[in-house]
């Protein structure tokens, strides 16, 4: 991080903000705005385009769902998340959650499924349990084995990662943030009052500072190089034999595990194809600028396999191949806290790949953090005392700690067990609980 101090006549040294937040994609501009309109005077810093494809924010469809088979209480973080993108999406004037119904299958015994339903339970959301062979009568689209357990819910659906940024820039510029793309953050030094930050542009100070960088914060807080690993993933979009079978009505988004692995899909939407890739595609990590971002003809041939198997009617020719990234924890969750010296210095990442559906409530999240130390929310599972990093860290509502669920077969109680095994019928339940549903 220690270079050479720019040139600073390129720029107006000593600008003063309150907050300064590195890396303006989904978390970053959320933290934008959110601190924006509580009146505190932003700066963000990215180091491309706003947006750009060389991160986890684009890709024109993002999944968000409800029943969290990673842990339950994810739902009440999501279930915010979900209030806060209609929010923005009323603002911004455009759809930006699209609503198609999630499906979480897998193996009766698998951590996908009993997860999801596990969650699905908790938190009464409406739900339907469903075979492999009535999922797929109910979507011709799906082709998954017949035993497989399949869990539908009717409020999942995709977000449009690019014009959700945008929606937030443009939010928080209206309330008098600044941007800045194509800047390079060299280093950032604590102060007496706050921080200063060091560009290849300028030197800027604020009062506090909010790292949203990525892939990129491990070279922004080196105590992360272990828990927030860069990966390199590739999507495909697919051009179906019916289309009409891959629409967003016809078509709900899906996290599936099968023999090959996990995988996630989506409608036809933006792109003229079916989207779908491999969580952790061919575990390929290492530093985020020397990661390979053209897809090649294996990635190619890993997706096609995959959806000539279990979605035929969606294996056609392929339409685009696009590389992002996924940031992972050691344990998948993310990690969101204080600086474990620096109390002033906050940071939201890795997420490990499921992240981006949060980014509206890890926006407000943030704002909290950096307006105060702590946070309404519950954040106590994104501690960085779990990797045993002593220090400073974000108090959560009831001051305490939760150690994460490990979803992994086997790990799970069995939601199934009735009877002589047989699986119990989930139905769709109707309720009136704002605490859980605010908006539906």
Known sequence: ??????????????????????????????????????????????????????????????????????????VVLVTRAYELWRSIESRAGEQLLHVTGSIDAGPVDSWVFTGALRSAVEYDLPHEVLSGTELGQRFPGYRLPRETMALYQPDGGFLRPERCIVGYVEAAISHGAEFHARERVHDWQPTADGVRVITDKDVYTAERLVVTAGAWNREVLPFLSSLAVPERQVVAWLQPRRPELFTPSRFPVFNALVDEG??????IHGVP????????????????????????????????????????????????????????????????????????????????????????????????????????????????????????????????????????????????????????????????????????
């Open 1 to 74: 991080m220690r270079e050479t101090l720019p040139d600073l006549r390129l720029g107006r040294a000593g600008q003063h903000f309150d907050v300064i937040v590195l890396g303006v994609g989904a978390m970053g501009s959320a933290t934008a705005y959110q601190l924006a309109r509580r009146g505190k005077r932003v700066l963000g810093l990215e180091r491309f385009d706003i947006p750009n494809t060389r991160g986890s924010s684009h890709g024109e469809s993002r999944i968000i769902r409800l029943p969290y088979y990673e842990d339950p209480s994810y």
């Open 262 to 267: 996990r995988f996630y899909g989506f409608p």
């Open 273 to 440: 194809g079916f989207k779908f890739g491999k969580y952790h595609h061919r575990e390929q990590h290492g530093d985020p600028a020397m990661l390979d971002t053209e897809p090649d003809a294996v990635d190619e041939d890993l997706l096609g396999r995959f959806a000539a198997r279990y979605f035929p009617e969606g294996f056609g020719p392929t339409m685009a191949l696009q590389s992002c990234m996924f940031t992972n924890s050691p344990d998948h969750h993310f990690v969101v806290d204080l600086h474990p010296e620096y109390p002033q210095v906050s940071f939201a990442s890795p997420c490990s790949g499921h992240g981006f559906k949060f980014a509206s409530v890890l926006g407000e999240i943030m704002a909290d953090l950096a307006e105060r130390g702590t946070t309404r929310h519950n954040i106590s599972l994104f501690s960085l005392r779990r990797f045993g990093i002593a220090g400073r860290h974000a108090a959560t509502p009831d001051g305490g700690e939760r150690t994460p669920h490990a979803l992994r077969p086997g790990t799970e109680p069995d939601l199934l067990a009735h009877g002589q095994g047989e699986p119990v019928r989930s139905t769709a339940v109707v309720y009136d609980n704002a605490a859980v549903h605010p908006f539906w």
